[in-house]
């Protein structure tokens, strides 16, 4: 009965690597964001899809692409890993667009790049 | 775009006593102001809301005040207990057409027994 689910929830690779992240929600949102946690616990937004389409994309390197096969998943690609991407990154569902309301999380993913 | 300043990084208070973290915003249309609680390895949750029509709204040992004149919301946490302990982050929605919530860098609570 999970709402956001990520998998994997740890992930170590080696620099140069591409790696992908899984997100998959339950709760019959329209609107799913990926985040990054950096070490320091800073929050800061990636990228934001209403119903498979992208509306936010913050200034993050092109090696980073989402992709959402459906409204209820929304998955993370990134390619040619750098040190810099080690992180917790964070999935998140909200039901709409815009709206005040609740952002639910998954439980994140660690991605460590040695 | 939004910034939210979150105060102070780190709180330590005996149990029992109560905990307060204040957050400054600067979009003056921002209309959503959420608190979440983030517990060690899981990802936040929110644990109480205000929108920009409402001065105060409380839930138990929780309340959020918000002086949209001011662009400061507060967090209160009374009567502290050792589950209270967490990283709490402030944010803020802006009205003005964006779709994205802006965090606070987080205020680590250390409630001890």
């Known amino acids: 009965d999970t709402a956001v689910s990520q998998t994997p929830k740890y992930l170590v690779t080696q620099m140069g690597n591409d790696k992908s992240i899984k997100c998959e929600q339950n709760l019959g949102h329209d609107t799913m964001y990926w985040y990054k946690q950096d070490s320091k616990k800073f929050l800061k937004i990636m990228f934001s899809?209403?119903?498979?389409?992208?509306?936010i994309n913050e200034t993050v390197p092109n090696r980073f692409s989402p992709k959402s096969p459906d409204k209820a998943h929304l998955n993370l690609h990134i390619n040619s890993l750098e040190l810099g991407d080690s992180a917790v990154y964070f999935c998140?569902?909200?039901?709409?667009?815009?709206?005040?309301?609740?952002?639910?999380f998954g439980p994140g993913t660690r991605l460590t790049v040695l | 775009g939004e910034n939210v300043e979150q105060h102070p990084s780190t709180l330590s208070v005996q149990e029992g006593d109560s905990a307060v973290i204040k957050c400054t915003y600067s979009d003056s249309a921002s209309n959503y102001f959420p608190w979440y609680k983030q517990e060690l390895g899981k990802g936040p949750q929110l644990i109480i809301d205000?929108?920009?029509?409402?001065g105060e709204k409380k839930d138990q040992r929780i309340a959020v005040t918000l002086n949209k004149t001011a662009k400061h919301f507060s967090l209160h946490i009374t009567e502290t207990q050792p589950e209270d302990s967490a990283v709490y982050f402030c944010?803020?929605?802006?009205?003005?057409?964006?779709?994205?919530?802006?965090f606070g860098k987080g205020t680590k609570l250390s409630v001890i027994p």
């Open positions: 899809y209403n119903n498979k389409e992208l509306i």
């Open positions: 944010a803020a929605l802006s009205g003005a057409g964006s779709y994205q919530l802006t």
């Open positions: 998140a569902s909200s039901p709409l667009v815009g709206s005040v309301g609740e952002q639910f």
């Open positions: 205000i929108r920009s029509n409402v």
